[in-house]
């Protein structure tokens, strides 16, 4: 029997007034994956994550969480979902520690609250109120908050934003091992790199409707537009070698000495381009191919203006 998705969105309508964020959007999140949400600034995301926490109310379209309806099942689905805002959501003027151990004792199974104080680097901060924090420990300690109870579906909207390199890294150690522990997490980032590490799928958002989705290897493969450089003696007759190649590859001498072949990069062209540096006495130093980054794909999918 086929399990149900954790996270099963249909045709997601969320409109603000005349403005509408949301705009026919799927997204379907296995049980036990990591899947990372991508955007531009005001794509949807955090309109998105927080329709399926139960915090809005859909326009149209369906949301099921664990099989639930995250607004009129939100007390049975409560307990069982791990929530990290991109702020708020902690009461301000409470102690750190004194908050994690009660957020702890309201669930059935907990995190050892000790255990993630220290994994967490919030030692130090155990009496501090939520205000006086700093914003990475705020940060911090609402990850540490929305995992504490153990959940088995966890939506972390940007975990690792204004965060330190050592915090980080301590964040994905924490999602890494939450998913081998068979939970399943949904979490929106603005770093590529933090998808790439962590998302066994990844859904590209913009202007409110999915526009890629895949794994991250999938996703850089696609197009196979890839580059292949290589270092040789400078001035290499390039017009002979585009001969000997597909007609959509490019090739450029970057700097003296210093080549770049632009096209479908795969075992025959490699063969084709070192083939012709045998026949011309080229020793082609450095050869080197280079795969799309998620960064590459996702500017190439969503542009370069900046949005507001
Ligand atoms: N409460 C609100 N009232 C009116 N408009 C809103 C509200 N919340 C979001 N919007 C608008 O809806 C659109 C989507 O916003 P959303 O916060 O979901 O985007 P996002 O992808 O999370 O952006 P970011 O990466 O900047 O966090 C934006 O145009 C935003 O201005």
């Not at 915090?167 to 068979?182: I, K, N, Q, Y």
Request: contains cysteine.
């Amino acid at each position: 029997m086929q399990r149900q998705p954790a996270v099963e969105v249909v045709g997601l309508v969320k409109r603000y007034g005349a403005k509408t964020a949301v705009d026919r959007l799927d997204l379907t999140v296995g049980e036990g994956t990591v899947t990372a949400v991508l955007g531009p600034n005001g794509a949807g995301k955090t309109t998105t994550v927080e329709t399926c926490e139960g915090y809005r109310r859909p326009d149209g379209g369906s949301v099921r969480i664990l099989g639930l309806d995250p607004v009129a099942d939100n007390a049975a689905l409560r307990p069982r979902i791990g929530v990290m805002l991109q702020s708020g959501g902690v009461y301000p003027g409470a102690r750190a520690e004194e908050m994690l151990r009660h957020t702890a004792r309201l669930h059935a199974q907990p995190v050892d609250v000790d255990l993630l104080i220290e994994r967490l680097g919030l030692e130090s901060c155990g009496r501090t109120t939520y205000r006086r924090l700093s914003g990475g420990q705020q940060q911090r300690l609402a990850l540490a908050m929305a995992v504490v109870g153990r959940p088995e579906l966890l939506f972390l909207d940007e975990p690792t934003a204004g965060l330190d390199p050592q915090a980080r890294h301590a964040t994905w150690d924490l999602v890494r091992e939450l998913r081998s522990d068979g939970a399943t997490i949904v979490l929106t980032t603005h770093f590529m790199d933090e998808a790439e590490e962590l998302a066994d799928d990844v859904s590209v958002i913009d202007r409110g409707r999915v526009i890629a989705r895949g794994t991250p290897e999938e996703l850089c493969r696609g197009g196979a537009e890839n580059t292949l450089r290589f270092s040789g003696r400078p001035g290499l007759d390039l017009a002979s070698l585009l001969k000997a190649l597909p007609a959509d590859t490019a090739a450029a001498e970057i700097t003296p000495g210093s080549y770049r072949i632009e096209g479908k990069v795969n075992p025959q062209l490699l063969a084709t381009v070192t083939s012709w540096c045998a026949q011309h006495g080229v020793m082609p130093d450095r050869l080197a191919v280079e795969r799309r980054t998620l960064e590459d794909v996702f500017l190439e999918l969503t542009g370069r203006e900046l949005r507001g």
